[in-house]
């Protein structure tokens, strides 16, 4: 699983550790990613999302994971989430 959010596009940060001795360290901080599935009711199927806990949110926001990619700017969703919204505009769903 990637530690990058298919909703919002978090992924991990990376920084220093500094001792008091002025010692450096590599550290990396990971988003609270989740692996959910998601039922979609317009098509009857279900999907396979990994999304940080605040993606989740907006997903419940916007009122669930059909309308939210519809509204969503495309360059902003997933490879993945593009072809769903593709998929749900051919099937007349605004």
Do not use: W
Not at 36 to 43: A, G, N, S, V, W
Not at 84 to 93: E, Q, W
């Amino acid at each position: 699983m990637a530690n990058i959010c298919e909703i919002t596009g978090k992924k991990k940060l990376k920084g220093n550790r500094v001792s008091h001795a002025n010692n450096k360290k590599i550290h990396f901080q990971e988003p609270n990613i989740q692996g959910r599935m998601m039922f979609i009711p317009e098509l009857g199927q279900r999907v396979k999302i990994h999304a940080s806990a605040q993606g989740l949110r907006t997903i419940d926001k916007h009122g669930g994971i059909s309308r939210y990619i519809i509204r969503a700017k495309l360059e902003k969703l997933s490879p993945k989430l593009q072809k769903l919204r593709k998929i749900l505009m051919r099937k007349g769903v605004h």
